[in-house]
């Protein structure tokens, strides 16, 4: 059992500590959610991504089969989702919600600093990949989900170009493939501003939480839970195995796969009127019920 506390104090416990922080300066000073937000999303974490890539210069193998594991990964937990939840006749806007919820986890905030913590540099670079992955899913299969059809393809293909983290990455694959070395300025510039992305992730976290309000339906409540905690990390294992991955890559793959439900299914579901407060309770209890899940996982892997 010491093994388990020694890991939750050394990896998951930072996270909730810095999360807090980010609720305190929420409720005692109006802190806006949106800036941070904006801050990590269009400036820190596609500096964290290039930087990161370049630096541990992974193939265009490692880059296929973690982008495709992460696109399986995500569609079956969907898939999956939509088959019991047709089982149960949920409502359509409840069963989109569990959905979105189920699919989407939190491979920022909370899954870049876990991996970082737990595996080093060379596990987050195929995290950020995973990362940039599932996000690129949210803006674009998430935003039809959510709608219920109701989004053009139009408009969720626009929301993809707009994602700074995919021209980070496909930056990061043209200087690893050309050999070109980056100009010490822009090496120094990125690196700073990447340092920044998680701290201001895990922050952002917990100012989020402030806002939040822990209101759902138990059923399909504990049905997206059990999926994103439980199935996914089950199919993420399956699915290493198919892919052939090994080391940090394996780890990565299969801890950000068990994160709990992101933060920003919240932005999806006010956006699209997709039960926002059901989602937001799924996104409170599966952060709070990681640390029960997450523990024995961060010793398997470890193992």
């Excluded at 909730?16 to 937000?37: C, E, H, M, Q, V």
């Excluded at 491979?107 to 987050?124: D, Q």
């Excluded at 080391?247 to 994160?259: F, K, T, V």
Aim: aromatic residues 8%; contains cysteine.
């Amino acid at each position: 059992m010491s093994v388990y506390i020694q890991l939750f104090l050394n990896n998951l416990l930072p996270i909730f500590l810095a999360a807090g922080a980010g609720y305190l300066l929420a409720k005692w000073l109006p802190i806006n959610p949106r800036t941070l937000s904006s801050l990590a999303f269009y400036i820190f974490s596609p500096c964290l991504v290039f930087t990161v890539l370049t630096h541990t210069k992974l193939n265009n193998h490692d880059i296929i089969k973690i982008i495709g594991f992460a696109v399986l990964c995500v569609s079956s937990v969907g898939l999956l989702t939509w088959l019991v939840g047709q089982s149960l006749h949920l409502e359509r806007s409840i069963l989109a919600a569990v959905m979105i919820s189920s699919m989407f986890m939190n491979a920022g905030n909370y899954g870049l600093p876990v991996t970082s913590f737990a595996f080093g540099e060379t596990a987050l670079a195929y995290a950020s990949l995973f990362y940039v992955t599932n996000t690129a899913l949210s803006n674009t299969v998430g935003v039809v989900i959510a709608s219920l059809g109701k989004a053009s393809f139009k408009k969720a293909m626009l929301n993809l170009i707009t994602l700074p983290t995919l021209y980070a990455l496909i930056l990061a694959i043209i200087f690893i493939r050309t050999g070109w070395v980056i100009p010490l300025p822009i090496e120094r510039t990125t690196k700073i501003l990447g340092d920044a992305s998680i701290p201001t992730l895990m922050v952002l976290m917990g100012v989020q939480f402030h806002s939040m309000q822990l209101k759902g339906k138990i059923k399909p409540l504990t049905l997206a839970s059990a999926m994103r905690l439980v199935v996914s990390p089950i199919i993420a294992l399956i699915l290493s195995i198919g892919f052939g991955l090994t080391g940090p890559a394996r780890q990565a793959a299969i801890l950000e796969s068990a994160m709990p439900s992101a933060v920003l299914n919240t932005v999806l579901a006010t956006q699209f009127d997709a039960e926002p407060h059901f989602v937001t309770a799924v996104v409170a209890v599966t952060t709070l019920l990681s640390i029960i899940t997450l523990t024995p996982l961060l010793a398997y892997l470890g193992g």
